[in-house]
């Protein structure tokens, strides 16, 4: 018979010892430093426009293609001087003094001859797409002129109509959505929930592999029973993992919360500058050019689904508890935690298969393929946490995923704990898959 004051202690001891260490606190506290930091350097490099203008010369034999291009970017495209040659251009290009030229031959607009674009490698791909861009643009305007299209019709060719994304929640209220920063976000979620399940479960083989090598767990286990320790076990170090979960949870939490606020009172104290400059400027006292208000209501969709951050608890816990087992019946059974890699590959698979599997779901989430990955017990845990952001997932199957991985978990702790309970107290042989499997038979 089990004893569950003996789990509790054991409970106890597990997270008190693991949750007051140095490097518990730390983690927990720079992890979500980095990764707001990262994000922000992420948008700084995106919005940044801090690189040198590029300068290309254009040599336009059309005569019709210059103008339009300097009126897209006058500081990148550069005339021909009239004493210039191509082979002096080259040797500018050559010696860094230009980045490149583009070449427009006369019979480029008549008889679509390609243009040629020769540079010094500089700028990248961004740089080429950039200026590929401004050719096309400026090539559809004059042969939609050469062949009088009236301004409206080109007005209308050059038009970026908006899709505004909108969802619809439980309650059927269509509410503002985004299926990239939704996808982003499922990505994350699971890369999270692989680094739980593959991180903490090989602290729990490490710990359990010191304790028997160092003959503390014959101390221990003359106390309570082996099944008793790995439930102990199992249960503290995903207290552990739970704690640090929920205060990162609860860190991204407020900042969501006060990012609006924050955000809306730096624009208004902006926007009163401003407007006090028109007013001062202005002779009449009205700042009617004053620009509007900017539209925040974007930053509701980083906050959190209370419900949603109850499955992500329930499918981590269980997936931790399921691969954990495993990961404590490898550290009974060996001696070392080089003995050990011999068995993770069969545990890890499936672990990195689940997070590999995440990107495609991210894309499809409603493809078959994505319902088997979120259903099959060793790859749920990620992979239904991730399809349930990116996408709407109906309650059965999110409650047959569980189901699935309740059985999963019990079937996978009565084989853990019959390797663990003949492992623990045996030393100096190495076992291989052959030996567990007479162990399970024994037990």
């Known amino acids: 018979m089990v004893n569950y ?18 490097s518990f606190l730390l983690s927990t506290l720079l992890t979500p430093l980095l990764i707001l930091g990262f994000m922000g350097f992420i948008i700084f490099m995106t919005l940044s426009d801090n690189e040198a203008p590029k300068q290309v010369v254009v040599i336009d034999e059309t005569g019709r293609m210059f103008k339009p291009l300097t009126q897209l970017d006058a500081t990148r495209y550069q005339p021909i001087s009239a004493n210039q040659t191509i082979d002096q251009i080259r040797e500018l290009v050559m010696e860094d003094e230009l980045d490149g030229y583009v070449l427009f031959e006369r019979t480029f607009l008549s008889e679509g001859t390609p243009a ?11 740089f080429f797409e950039s200026l590929q861009s401004d050719v096309r643009d400026v090539t559809r305007q004059i042969r939609l002129k050469d062949n009088d299209v009236s301004e409206a019709v080109i007005a209308i060719f050059e038009e970026r109509p908006a899709v505004e994304n909108r969802r619809l929640n439980e309650e059927g209220v269509d509410e503002q959505s985004n299926a990239f920063l939704s996808s982003i976000g499922g990505i994350l979620i699971g890369v999270f929930i692989f680094i739980g399940l593959f991180g903490y479960g090989a602290v729990l083989m490490r710990s359990v592999i010191e304790e028997k090598t160092s003959r503390i ?9 082996p099944i008793e320790l790995m439930l102990g076990k199992l249960l503290g170090v995903c207290l552990v993992a739970l704690t640090q979960f929920s205060l990162w949870i609860a860190t991204y939490a407020g900042v969501s919360i006060l990012a609006a606020p924050v955000a809306q009172f730096f624009i208004n104290q902006r926007m009163g500058d401003v407007q006090n400059t028109l007013i001062a400027n202005d002779s009449s006292g009205t700042a009617a050019t004053a620009p509007a208000d900017i539209d925040l ?31 404590a019946a490898i550290g009974a059974a060996v001696d070392s935690e080089q003995d050990s890699q011999q068995f993770m590959t069969p545990v890890m698979l499936p672990i990195l298969l689940g997070y590999m599997l995440n990107f495609r779901i991210a894309e499809a989430p409603d493809s078959t393929f994505a319902i088997v990955a979120s259903l099959f017990p060793l790859t749920s845990p990620i992979n239904m946490v991730t399809r349930m952001l990116v996408s709407y997932v109906s309650f059965w199957e999110v409650a047959l995923s569980i189901v699935l991985l309740i059985l999963s978990l019990i079937g996978m702790l009565l084989l853990a704990a019959r390797i663990y309970r003949t492992g623990i107290l045996m030393y100096g042989k190495k076992p291989t898959f052959k030996e567990l499997f007479k162990w399970l038979k024994q037990a």
């Open 5 to 22: 004051s003996k789990i509790w202690l054991i409970i106890k001891r597990e997270y008190k010892t693991r949750v007051q260490t140095k």
């Open 217 to 225: 767990v014959e101390i221990i286990t003359s106390s309570v029973k």
């Open 297 to 327: 209501s974007f930053l509701e969709q980083f906050s959190i689904d209370p419900v949603f951050i109850l499955y992500f608890f329930v499918f981590f816990v269980l997936g931790f508890l399921m691969y954990s087992s495993i990961f």
């Open 116 to 126: 040629s674009f020769i540079h010094n490698g500089s700028g990248g791909i961004t």
